[in-house]
Each structure stands twice: as C-alpha cells, then as structure tokens.
C-alpha cells in the first residue's frame, strides 16, 4: 500500500487524525523503566500498544535517537519494525522526522538508507537546497515527502516569514514552487500549528495538500483556532511530549492511553463543530 | 584547542587550505579492498594517512555512512577517532557535515550526539528554521558552526537566490542576521564554489568571517575564479569524489596523495599571485 493511501486507510479505520511523536529520551522515562537504550525500548512498545488503535501515524525524531550513536539506530528500526510486524493487522504511517536535505548524491544516499533500508513510508525533508534536494526522496512513488514549509518555532520569523520582491512570504513560495515537484499522493507539508492565522493563505494555494501540524500540547498551538482554518482539508496533527510523558508512574500506559483517546476526540470534535 | 584554533594551526603547519571530503561508500572503493563496512574503515584510513599532512580538514558527510545503518555510526566513530588518536601529533580540524537544524530542544540532542559524544569539532547547520535551531550547535564556545547560505548545487537558486522584499537575495539576509548569533571564533558559512561572482558581495557583509567552500573538483567549481574573489580572507576549500576515488588501483594511496598534494598547491599558487 502506498503511504498516502496508508495514512488514510488508518484515518477512517481508528477515526483518528492524531500522530504521535516518540520523542524518546532516557532522561524522561518513566521512573520503574531501566535507563538505558532497552527501557526506551520498552517504553516506545508501551506507548505503542497503548495507542495503536488511536492514532494515524508515529512519527520517529531522529534526533533523539542519534544521540545513542549506534543503538540508537538499531532503536528505531527495532521501534519501526515493532509498529510494521507486531501490529501488521493494524495499517499505520509511519515518518522519519529526519529534516534530511542535501546535493542529489548526498539526498539519494540519506533516501536509501531512511526509506529503503528503515522501511520508513515517509520523511519529512527541508527544502532550503532546493529541488535536486528533495527529489530524490520523490523517486520511490511509494514514499510520501513532508516539506518544512512553516515550522512551529520562534526562529519560523527568522528566514520564513520573510518576504519576497514579489510581495509573498519565503514560505508560500516554497509551498507554491514545490508544490510542483509531485502531486498530493507524494509531497505534502509541515505547517507549524502555533501559526493558525496563516494557514488560511496557506489553504487558498494548495487546498488538498496534506499537512502535518507539529505544534500541539507542550508547544502551545491551538487545535480550535487552527482546525478552523484547516476547514475540513486533509491532515494530521502531531503530538509528542504531552502524550508520551504525560506520566511517570507505573501505570503510565493507562494515562497515555487516555491523553491520546483525549487529543484524538478533541481534533474529532472541533471537525464535527465547524 | 578550540575548533577555530585548531583550524588556523593546521593551515598553517600543513600550508594548506585543503580540506578532504571523505564520502566513503562501498559501490566506489578500490578493487582489491573488501566491499563491506571494514574495507571502508580500511579505506579511510588509507587516504587519511596519504593526506594527513597536505589538509587543514576532514569533512565527514552523514549520508554516505548513514545508509550502513548503526555500522556507518560506528564507522563514522572509528574514523574520526582514527583521525584524533592515530595521527595525535597533527592537529587537524574535523568537520560533520551533517547539515542538521531543528527546533531548541532536537537540536540540542543533535548537538550532544555529533560534537560531543562522536567528538567532532565542528558541523554544518542548515538556518532555515531560524536561531533558536542554530544556537544549541553554538552553546560549546571550542566548536564551530559552518551555516549553509549558498550552496554548490543546482536547487540553491529555488530558495537561496530569491530576492526579498529590501532587495536583497535569501542567502545574504541569512548571511546578516545570523552573523549577530555568534562570532567569527565560532560561525562561519558553507558557500558554494560553484557561485564565485556572488562571493565579491558576500564578502564585502562578512569580509573576516571563514568559509568553506564545496564543489570545486568533480561538481565543477573554478578555484581561480573563486579564489580572486575572496582575496585572501579566511577559507578552506573541500575537494571529495576528486581526490578519495582518484584511482582504482592498488597503489591508489599514492594516487591520491599526489592529487590531494596538487589541490593545495593549486591554491597556494592561486593565492599567491592575487
């Protein structure tokens, strides 16, 4: 199945536009879980478990992984590997929140060794090198590429939302330019949720794109303000810290479960209200 | 020492400006080295003891390891501690060209994973997402960022060249703002060799600040002309595929030895007849 066919596919089946971000790090692991790469590794199959029939998508920040050097990689194709085979009667997407981008060599090398060789269905990759960049992660039609477009920091003002000569924002006219690249099946977006004011702009030039939303929970981005100007286009929402730390205890996977039943149900709502 | 230091000593112990760019993968290594992940280890040892005394830099581009899974992370580990313990005599800057970027609390954990932990000096970071993205590569005042402004490949002119509203293009106003984020000791630009006529300008906002320039060798990139444009301010030029895939043969440590011997001197007498 085609990622983007994935990701509806577990859309409509757990009724549920939630991704969640595991963003695993020792330091926050719950405190019976042993601190070290295999507690991670018993966290992220908790969270999993307790979440699978509520979400979309997981979605994997590299960052935090490579930070354990060679375990860490082994910890996200184990990670990767337990949401594809473990759940295999579960359908859901899966992305590499890599922020890869490089010369087309480079590009096809970071492609092959993310979505070949991981087995990941998608990635989110930064557009700043332009398209002999991001095409190579195009190549397999199969994949799905996120585009940074708009992220959900401060520094987003920085570069971003600088304009251009023709009177238009950097990021519309990365969405506008690249947008030609691939189609909707392929390449999509991240919006940052803590702009929902701009999503509106955003919408007028690609309506039926997918966009991921990173933002929510521990980041301060307001699902009412932005579902509203989403209006009923394709998404989904990431959620990471406030979901997968949301308690410390023994029991922890009982809160998690109910945090993301609670964030699925809320993104559901405002859908159903608008 | 501080990456920066370190730098200008080898510069000027070595008296070259050369930088080796080890982009190691099986599919090129010579025909009678083994085709696994040891022949690679094998092969950069080969060309950092044909190279160790005519460089100021390794560059160690992530993707090409990357795609060897967590054996290319130890690969890149045992490289750069081959290049730090085996030659402890020769002082020489190491750079991850790994061209990571994203928000505060992922770059930080980028950060302890590249330069802390696989003890790297310095890394190239892609500004895109703005300061709070670049300033946890910057907290450790001994090492060095490299910022993609202007890239050597084609795609820079998607993004990089476009003229914002004041008139300028992208990758000057990148240039200027993130210039305040840290000093000349600590920030310095990826510019690509491919572009030397926009490097008078560059040079005239930022005319002390280092720069490394990619593409000169098998992307193309003209060191005359690039060269009499920055006259003489601080730089390292890095030369990969050119000089590590040079020959084929059994001898080809001596191949590359000549060849990386003829860039530095191509430099040196470039520089000297300004």
Known sequence: MIAFEKLKFAQEKNNSKLCVGLDSTIEKLPKHIEKNVNGLFEFNKKIIDATIDLVCSYKINFAFYEQYGSDGIDLIKKTINYINHNHQDK??????????????????????????????????????????????????????????????????????????????????????????????????????????????????IIPNRLLLFPGIGTQGGNATELLKYNSHNPYLINVSRDIIYTSNEINFEEKVNLKAENYKNLFNSIDENL
């Open 91 to 204: 359908i859901i997407l899966n992305i590499a929140d890599a922020k890869r981008g490089d010369i087309g060599n480079t590009s096809a090398a970071y492609s092959k060794a993310i979505l070949i060789d991981m087995g990941f269905d998608s990635i989110t990759v930064n557009p700043l090198m332009g398209s002999d960049c991001v095409l190579p992660f195009l190549e397999d039609k199969e994949k799905f590429v996120f585009l940074l477009a708009l992220t959900s920091n401060k520094g987003s003002q920085d570069f971003q939302m600088l304009n251009l000569e023709s009177g238009i924002p950097l990021y519309k006219k990365i969405i506008e330019i690249s947008s030609k690249w691939a189609d909707e099946n392929q390449l999509g977006y991240v919006i940052g949720a803590t702009h929902p004011e701009m999503l509106k702009g955003i919408r007028e």
